[in-house]
Nanobody, 118 residues
């Protein structure tokens, strides 16, 4: 059974930091690109960051570049999102995603809530 389970969300003050984790199982994690998305109330789902299967290539949304870092540990089947200098506009549900090839649906986690508020 394929599973992506996010953890690490919570309430943090502006300027604070949070580290999200995603535990993967049920598929060949080491060959799969991994992504973090987020969705704030009333907004479209947004791609936050991606990391290649080997971890050597990483991309970020302009809104988080320089503040967030995506990483992975293929031995542990884990992907992480380190979030620094958090802003209220970072408040959203954050989702772990494993993209698939055409005709095959992506894998998604259930999401973890991140709230940035003073």
């Amino acid at each position: 059974q394929v599973q992506l389970v996010e953890s690490g969300g919570g309430l943090v003050r502006p300027g604070g930091s949070l580290r999200l984790s995603c535990a993967a199982s049920g598929f060949t994690f080491s060959t799969n690109e991994m992504r973090w998305y987020r969705q704030a109330p009333g907004k479209e789902r947004e791609l936050v960051a991606s990391i290649s299967s080997g971890g050597g290539a990483r991309t970020y949304a302009d809104s988080v570049k320089g503040r967030f870092t995506i990483s992975r540990d293929n031995g542990k089947k884990m992907v992480y999102l380190q979030m620094n200098s958090l802003k209220p506009e970072d408040t959203a549900v954050y989702y772990c995603n494993a993209p698939r090839w055409s005709t095959v649906p992506d894998y998604w986690g259930q999401g973890t809530q991140v709230t940035v508020s003073s």
